[in-house]
């Protein structure tokens, strides 16, 4: 155990992401003096349906599951790779959320149905999850560089398992908007920023 914690630079990271959550603490606590509402008519489109609450949250099982497949599966390239295209990208979204503070009110209309599971597990998490700096979205970046690591696995996890990720990815980015927790401009951003950090992470982990 000792010797994988150093091999993966794991205690760097945790001291990293302690700082990481410090700082989007900070941003939770603080109020900005400005706001920049996120919106766009794509988002007026798409419906609220409480029921994309269950693939929401089940952002946080993926997380575990996909970091443990990392930690024992990739070979010290690939998870240079992981680990640079994940704190960059989190890292560019703290600076975006200092320099320009971004907020949604997308979530104004939303009547919550309190005698479904789904409506009260959704009003639970928009009450503890404020609707400011959420762009680009992390919900949607992270899933996206996490899935990014399964496919690099493909000779060790069985097809079906790429697949249930894949299925279970897509669902976690939809469920970002039906569950407006997301405008389509803070999705898109997110998208837009791990296609190119991709590129350029892997033009320059050439070893």
Not at 18 to 44: Q, S
């Amino acid at each position: 155990m000792k010797e994988l914690i150093k091999k993966r630079h794991l205690i760097p990271i945790a001291v990293w992401f302690v700082i990481y959550m410090g700082l989007f603490g900070f941003l939770e606590i603080v109020p900005p003096k400005e706001v920049h509402l996120i919106h766009c008519a794509l988002d007026d489109m798409i419906p609220y349906m409480a029921v994309f609450i269950y693939p929401y949250v089940s952002w946080f099982p993926y997380i575990v599951v996909c970091a443990y497949l990392v930690i024992k599966n990739l070979d010290d390239r690939q998870f240079k790779k992981a680990v640079l295209v994940l704190t960059t990208g989190m890292n560019i979204f703290l600076f975006i959320s200092f320099v320009w503070p971004t907020g949604l009110s997308l979530r104004e209309s939303i009547v919550y149905d309190l005698h479904t599971l789904s409506g009260n597990l959704l009003k639970f998490v928009q009450t503890v999850d404020t609707p400011k700096s959420v762009f680009p979205s992390m919900h949607v970046y992270v899933t996206l560089v996490l899935q990014y690591t399964l496919e690099m696995q493909k000779k060790l996890i069985p097809s079906w398992g790429i697949w249930v990720g894949r299925v279970l990815a897509v669902l976690i980015v939809l469920s970002t908007m039906f569950t407006k927790q997301h405008s389509v401009l803070d999705v898109s951003a997110a998208i837009v920023m791990f296609a190119v950090l991709v590129v350029v992470v892997e033009k320059i982990v050439k070893k």
